[in-house]
T-cell receptor, first 112, second 113 residues
Framework: KQEVTQIPAALSVPEGENLVLNCSFTDSAIYNLQWFRQDPGKGLTSLLLIQSSQREQTSGRLNASLDKSSGRSTLYIAASQPGDSATYLCALDQGGSEKLVFGKGTKLTVNP | DAGVIQSPRHEVTEMGQEVTLRCKPISGHNSLFWYRQTMMRGLELLIYFNNNVPIDDSGMPEDRFSAKMPNASFSTLKIQPSEPRDSAVYFC???????????FGEGSRLTVL
């Protein structure tokens, strides 16, 4: 059974800092990996989607990488801002399945 | 597009009552998912549909839960009878199978007293 772990559960950083969020998984036979953002009381917003044949994706200040052999993905946020404060979740699906397995997320606080 | 639309946003009910949650997916999307989120268990997939057909309902906790998708633009998740342990935020999400990117609604927060 696929297990997705995100450590730490919470992270607090000063504004302007570059940071990395981690996601690890137990079964490397994955197809897609997605990073989501969730604001309090809101739904999830897809940030980046990395498909199996890809190793990374970039959008603005965000960069996500995927290393299937080591069972890890990282989300890099450059020059963090208070508006980046949210919970970040990673999710992945197994090859041939549309079922996403989610980590429990990392709650990020960026202090002004 | 307005995105995935869920209703109601908040529901407070008493144990034993029937609860119906509704979802309108993004037009053109052909897969729809129902998730439940709690502090203890995180996000759990309850059921998903492809082209209105239920594909996997192994996450539905028990017979008290049922889901339907009568057409491409509407789905319901029903709990009958409801219990306090069903209290959670229920999310609906949709995707175009070929893209893989999942779009979530704002969720329905259910409180069962």
């Amino acid at each position: 059974k696929q297990e997705v772990t995100q450590i730490p559960a919470a992270l607090s950083v000063p504004e302007g800092e570059n940071l990395v969020l981690n996601c690890s998984f137990t079964d490397s036979a994955i197809y897609n990996l997605q990073w989501f953002r969730q604001d309090p009381g809101k739904g999830l917003t897809s940030l980046l989607l990395i498909q199996s044949s890809q190793r990374e994706q970039t959008s603005g200040r965000l960069n996500a990488s995927l290393d299937k052999s080591s069972g890890r993905s990282t989300l890099y946020i450059a020059a963090s801002q208070p508006g980046d404060s949210a919970t970040y979740l990673c999710a992945l699906d197994q090859g041939g399945s549309e079922k996403l397995v989610f980590g429990k997320g990392t709650k990020l606080t960026v202090n002004p | 597009d307005a995105g995935v639309i869920q209703s109601p946003r908040h529901e407070v009910t008493e144990m034993g009552q029937e609860v119906t949650l509704r979802c309108k997916p993004i037009s053109g999307h052909n897969s729809l998912f129902w998730y439940r989120q709690t502090m203890m268990r995180g996000l759990e997939l309850l059921i998903y549909f492809n082209n209105n057909v239920p594909i996997d309902d192994s996450g539905m906790p028990e017979d008290r839960f049922s889901a339907k998708m009568p057409n491409a633009s509407f789905s319901t998740l029903k709990i009958q009878p409801s219990e306090p342990r069903d209290s959670a935020v229920y999310f609906c999400a949709s995707t175009l199978r070929t893209s893989g990117e999942l779009f979530f609604g704002e969720g329905s927060r259910l409180t069962v007293l």
